[in-house]
């Protein structure tokens, strides 16, 4: 078994359990470090190795955030103990799976011709940097007006911002480089809502989005691996889901006392890096 490749593994977890909920893109970073640190397999292991150590990411914030998620919990009085159904938290599913719809109708009937035309370097810079001009321009407009957020609790989001989130969503999933977390949380912003609950919208609305398509991922590429290479996916997996536990934390933190400018300028700064790499040195 070649340790180097498991080293490998275990850096893409990092990389992988970061930027999954840092609102920098995933996929891109992934890209990059595909670019100059390639694991020795085939491709289609190398997708299949994608999809789990972004399950792996998927496990964390169902522990991280199982109180709010969980649709059961239980009721005590006096000596009796019973079941009840939360129904707030029914109500939160459905406004999930109503984001869910654009990006699962795209994925399910077009997943392989966007990763044919635009899952390129061209398309991932452009949206790194304009993602990033946006979270600069949100933040300063909201500065400077001193606006403040209309909804401070996940229960106040309604129908209708469950669905327009799901636009934002859906970019994300047609252009790389826009991320997943980034786009929703840019469109939760625009409609007055607060950090925090863009925030953790945004992480729970990660489950189903990113089930799903590890599921679509699966079958498509099926389980088949030797037994080093199952090694590299478990490493890669535990790894992603022991940083994306860390990091999740920290963001929780953060938001508190900080805007999401630090990530736009990021995000622009890593695009003109791509373009001068692949479009002059490469």
């Not at 909201?142 to 636009?167: F, H, M, N, R, W």
């Not at 999933?173 to 925090?196: D, H, K, W």
Request: net charge positive; charged share 15%; proline share 2%.
């Amino acid at each position: 078994m070649n340790i180097i490749e498991i080293i490998k593994a275990a850096l893409f977890g990092i990389v992988e359990g970061i930027t999954e909920w840092l609102p920098v893109s995933s996929t891109g970073h992934m890209i990059l470090l595909n670019e100059f640190l390639k694991l020795n397999v085939s491709e289609d292991f190398w997708n299949l190795f994608l999809v789990v150590i972004q399950f792996g990411a998927i496990i964390a914030v169902i522990i991280m955030y199982w109180n709010k998620v969980w649709p059961l919990g239980l009721y005590r009085h006096r000596k009796r103990t019973r079941v009840v159904i939360k129904h707030e938290t029914i109500r939160l599913w459905v406004k999930f799976i109503i984001s869910c719809i654009p990006a699962a109708i795209v994925g399910v009937f077009f997943d392989d011709w966007l990763d044919e035309h635009l899952y390129n370097w061209k398309v991932l810079s452009v949206m790194l940097i304009l993602v990033g001009v946006a979270f600069i321009i949100i933040e300063t407009r909201q500065e400077k007006t001193g606006a403040e957020p209309e909804v401070y609790e996940l229960d106040e989001l309604t129908i209708k911002d469950a669905a327009l989130i799901g636009i934002f969503q859906l970019i994300a999933a047609v252009f790389p480089g826009t991320s997943r977390s980034g786009a929703t949380i840019v469109g939760a912003l625009l409609l007055g809502i607060s950090r925090g609950v863009a925030m953790d919208y945004s992480f729970i609305l990660a489950i189903p989005v990113m089930a799903g398509a590890s599921l679509l991922k699966f079958l498509k590429y099926g389980f088949h691996f030797t037994a080093a290479e199952g090694v590299i996916l478990v490493t890669g997996m535990l790894v992603a889901f022991v940083t994306s536990m860390l990091i999740i934390r920290f963001l929780v933190g953060y938001v508190r006392t900080h805007n999401f400018k630090i990530f736009g300028w990021y995000r622009i700064v890593l695009g003109a890096l791509v373009i001068i790499y692949f479009g002059l040195i490469r």
